[in-house]
């Protein structure tokens, strides 16, 4: 499997893949591939990556950029890996890449953000496995009922 900067000729693939994990709402779906389409049109604001296997197939992507104002500190904005990839280390190899190019561009923290909602406790479970700690916890942020939790990764500079 390889990281590669995304194309637009992955599109389609990305789309089905935010389709297939089930656990995107239709705003937040439209947010997605407005990010993925501002990447593709040459917007510098966000970094988009998508992990193929040997024979090409689309496996996962993942999206993150500097955070603006901020000295060497980064944002993942999504990750998301094709059902039929997950526990397989795609994404994991999806985040150590970006830590990795992270680093190499200066940066010394990884911030992300998402839900205390059920549908996301996988993702959530993922990012503790992946080293990355919560630090905030905003309740009734997105909804009643449904906390932000901010997670945090502190980066080796390269």
């Not at 909602?117 to 919560?134: C, G, H, I, Q, S």
């Amino acid at each position: 499997m390889q990281i590669e900067p995304m194309e637009p000729r992955h599109r389609e693939v990305v789309i089905n893949i935010l389709r297939e994990v089930g656990i995107f709402n239709d705003e937040e779906f439209t947010v997605a591939l407005e990010v993925v389409d501002s990447y593709l049109n040459g917007g510098k604001d966000y970094l988009v990556e998508v992990a193929v296997d040997d024979k090409g197939s689309v496996e996962g992507y993942i999206c993150y950029g500097r955070t603006p104002l901020t000295d060497g500190v980064y944002h993942l904005y999504w990750i998301a890996v094709r059902p039929s990839c997950q526990r397989k280390g795609v994404g994991r190899k999806l985040m150590r890449t970006m830590e990795n190019k992270v680093s190499s561009m200066g940066g010394r923290i990884i911030l992300l953000e998402t839900s205390s909602t059920e549908r996301y406790r996988v993702a959530r479970d993922f990012y503790l496995v992946n080293e990355y700690k919560p630090i905030v916890r905003i309740e009734d942020f997105y909804r009643v009922g449904d906390a932000l939790i901010v997670y945090k990764k502190e980066l080796e500079r390269k």
